[in-house]
């Protein structure tokens, strides 16, 4: 590794009363929002900066303020399973475990709507002549996948009110289907409706469905009477990343009675392409609403919180460190990415935390898209198109360091609808339709999976030995003890021109051995780290598309040139303030070397102290 000089990594003495009066008026700030009034037809809007305690602070009101009344509860909701737990667990080790389960209600807006809004009410609707099942993503039912293409890769049209029309493909999605557009999206609209008729839907059907609901005055009064009188007050955490739909929904709410605190930060809005009706840009409450600010940050170095600022696109100056941290002086590392597939910016990461002392549980490495992650240590993003291939393509994916979580998500998905596939046949419907069919549970699938993970050879072998054993091992874990034998098939083939090359490369893998030996850091997309905290964060920023500038390319260019930007490049600059304010103790970035000077330029002109090292070479210990 070539470096500047290191500077001392150690805490620089601040006078103790200066960090005293810090902390003071940062706990008072969340204080005054721990005990603020919420009344019913004026939102709350508590907006805070990272790092700021928002988890904190919704904990300790939901700990110590009283409800208006005690039969009710409160609702405290967010966009991921992920916080849902977190505030759980807060609540347990707080020694009040009866504030997780009813009347109170923790988990995602969309179970929500889903419980309060819309299940109760679909039988006596329009549509209540089918079975309900809500997915979280189409990538759940295999008949919304075709070629490559899932229904999440489209938006669609509404026709009275629901978003069944025509189909287009998402902005930034490529065309990998069958090369014909036109054809994908009739196939899109086509399969959309009729996964409905059979009573599939996701979060944008459910919201749509939940106004339509409520656009029938004599209903909306029943349901909206119920809701208010069953919860004292809703606390919207992430309220930045509500799509129109959600805004609507929330206003009606609110309009009827129902406190509503909504808890965000606008720079963090990174779900914008989940909302393609043109909501974005708008301000995420109404002007009326009341506002209390944080603005202190409990996680991050003051280095840290100057470097995030530069990359804010509101344009607030920094943040006020806060927390232990606050003092310590790492220099923000910019690394030179000299080839994305190979890991070598990842290693010079790795060494400069193990300098730090950061161990690697705490290191994640996180990028705008899976595939600038570098296919080294992550294999390829998206499974292959054969059958045999998202087997192999799974099995590595489950079996690598450091695989993204989204990634991990899906390749469970095929490796259970594989052992599905063998033992109880129907491949074409969902893993959940057919564990209830066959009366499995998702435990002895779990179980199965672990057996045949544990027990499939080694990606190294030949494709045709890997495919001859892969299959005699799926033929002896069965996922429950209902099932004696098996009833349906693999329907896996494989080409004679592959039958040599390593299973690996069928799964569009790199090779095993390099990925075991590489254990660095964890990799993600940066959408999969919001919310969370690490040590150490490099952020790989993409390469610049020069023949057509991408909204990640801009994003950065207008970072680089400190020049206003157009909407679209506002979310992919905000998904790199995202990723950057995670950090604790040490922010690295891994640019395109021709970059890497302006970058340093923009930093230290904000006073930011940052340092360039080179990409590592050396096999090392990490
Ligand atoms: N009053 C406080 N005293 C000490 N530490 C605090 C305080 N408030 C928050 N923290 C710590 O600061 C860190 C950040 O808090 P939290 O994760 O709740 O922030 P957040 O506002 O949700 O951030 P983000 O929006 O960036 O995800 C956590 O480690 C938390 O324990």
Same mark, same amino acid.
């Given at each position: 590794m070539s470096a500047e000089a290191i500077p001392p990594a150690s805490p620089t003495a601040e006078p103790r009363q200066r960090v005293d009066a810090i902390r003071g008026s940062a706990r008072e700030a969340q204080r005054a929002i721990v005990e603020a009034e919420v009344t019913g037809g004026q939102f709350l809007w508590v907006e805070a900066c990272p790092g700021?305690?928002?988890?904190?602070?919704?904990?300790?009101?939901?700990?110590?303020?009283?409800?208006?009344?005690?039969?009710?509860?409160?609702?405290?909701?967010?966009?991921?399973?992920?916080?849902?737990?977190?505030?759980?667990?807060?609540?347990?080790?707080?020694?009040?475990?009866?504030?997780?389960?009813?009347?109170?209600?923790?988990?995602?807006?969309?179970?929500?709507?889903w419980l309060h809004l819309v299940r109760p009410y679909l039988a006596a609707s329009e549509w209540g002549n089918r079975s309900w099942r809500r997915l979280d993503s189409w990538h759940d039912h295999p008949k919304a996948r075709q070629r490559g293409l899932s229904l999440d890769d489209f938006v669609f049209t509404k026709k009275d009110g629901l978003r069944l029309g025509p189909a287009k493909l998402r902005n930034g999605k490529s065309n990998a289907g069958t090369g014909d557009p036109n054809r994908?999206?009739?196939?899109?609209?086509?399969?959309?409706?009729?996964?409905?008729?059979?009573?599939?839907?996701?979060?944008?059907?459910?919201?749509?469905?939940?106004?339509?609901?409520? $656009? +029938?005055?004599? &209903?909306?009064? !029943?349901?909206?009477?119920?809701?208010?009188?069953?919860?004292?007050? @809703?606390?919207? %955490?992430?309220?930045?990343?509500? $799509? +129109?739909?959600? &805004?609507?929904? !929330?206003?009606?709410?609110?309009?009827?009675?129902?406190?509503?605190? @909504?808890?965000? %930060?606008?720079?963090?809005?990174?779900?914008?392409?989940?909302?393609p009706s043109g909501s974005r840009g708008q301000p995420v409450v109404p002007v009326t609403a009341e506002t209390m600010r944080l603005r202190h940050n409990w996680r991050s170095t003051q280095n840290i919180c100057d470097a995030a600022a530069t990359l804010r696109t509101s344009g607030h100056p920094a943040?006020?460190?806060?927390?232990?941290?606050?003092?310590?002086?790492?220099?923000?590392?910019?690394?030179?990415?000299?080839?994305?597939?190979?890991?070598?910016?990842?290693?010079?990461?790795?060494?400069?935390?193990?300098?730090?002392?950061?161990?690697?549980?705490?290191?994640?490495?996180?990028?705008?898209?899976?595939s600038a992650l570098p296919a080294e240590l992550t294999g390829s993003s998206r499974p292959p198109r054969t059958l045999l291939g998202r087997m192999v393509w799974a099995v590595g994916v489950l079996r690598a360091p450091g695989a993204p979580r989204k990634r991990l998500e899906r390749a469970h998905r095929i490796v259970w609808e594989n052992l599905l596939n063998l033992w109880c046949g129907e491949p074409g419907v969902t893993v959940e339709q057919r564990l209830e069919r066959f009366g499995l549970t998702k435990d002895g699938l779990l179980r199965a999976e672990a057996r045949v993970i544990d027990e499939l050879p080694s990606l190294n072998e030949s494709a045709e030995k890997w495919n001859t054993e892969a299959k005699r091992i799926l033929r002896k874990h069965q996922p429950g003890s209902a099932l004696d034998r098996p009833q349906g098939k693999l329907g896996w083939r494989i080409q004679s021109k592959d039958r040599r090359k390593h299973a690996y490369v069928i799964g569009g893998l790199s090779d095993p051995t390099i990925t075991a030996s590489a254990e660095v850091a964890h990799l993600s997309t940066i959408h999969q780290v919001k919310g969370e905290e690490w040590d150490a964060v490099l952020v790989i920023v993409p390469p610049a598309e020069v023949s057509t500038p991408d909204p990640i390319t801009r994003a950065v260019e207008s970072w680089l040139s400190q020049r206003p930007l157009t909407e679209e490049a506002t979310e992919a600059r905000n998904v790199l303030y995202v990723?950057?304010?995670?950090?604790?103790?040490?922010?690295?970035?891994?640019?395109?070397?021709?970059?890497?000077?302006?970058?340093?330029?923009?930093?230290?002109?904000?006073?930011?102290?940052?340092?360039?090292?080179?990409?590592?070479?050396?096999?090392?210990?990490?």
């Open positions: 700021a305690g928002k988890t904190r602070v919704v904990v300790d009101r939901h700990l110590e303020r009283p409800l208006a009344t005690p039969r009710q509860g409160r609702a405290i909701v967010s966009f991921t399973r992920m916080a849902g737990r977190e505030l759980r667990r807060r609540c347990d080790d707080a020694g009040s475990p009866e504030l997780v389960s009813s009347p109170h209600f923790i988990g995602t807006l969309d179970s929500f709507i994908d999206a009739r196939w899109a609209q086509r399969t959309h409706r009729k996964l409905f008729r059979e009573g599939f839907f996701t979060g944008e059907l459910l919201r749509d469905i939940a106004l339509k609901l409520l $656009s +029938d005055q004599k &209903r909306a009064r !029943l349901i909206l009477d119920i809701l208010v009188a069953r919860f004292s007050e @809703l606390i919207v %955490d992430e309220a930045q990343d509500c $799509s +129109d739909e959600d &805004r609507r929904i !929330l206003q009606r709410l609110n309009e009827h009675g129902l406190p509503v605190l @909504l808890v965000g %930060d606008p720079d963090q809005a990174i779900y914008g392409f989940r909302d943040d006020v460190a806060a927390g232990e941290h606050h003092g310590e002086d790492a220099p923000i590392m910019l690394v030179p990415m000299e080839n994305r597939e190979e890991a070598g910016h990842v290693r010079s990461f790795a060494a400069e935390a193990q300098r730090l002392g950061i161990p690697q549980a705490q290191r994640i490495v996180a990028s705008n898209i899976g990723a950057a304010t995670r950090a604790r103790q040490l922010l690295a970035f891994a640019l395109d070397a021709d970059r890497i000077g302006r970058a340093r330029a923009v930093l230290e002109s904000h006073g930011v102290s940052c340092r360039i090292v080179h990409q590592h070479r050396a096999d090392v210990d990490y």
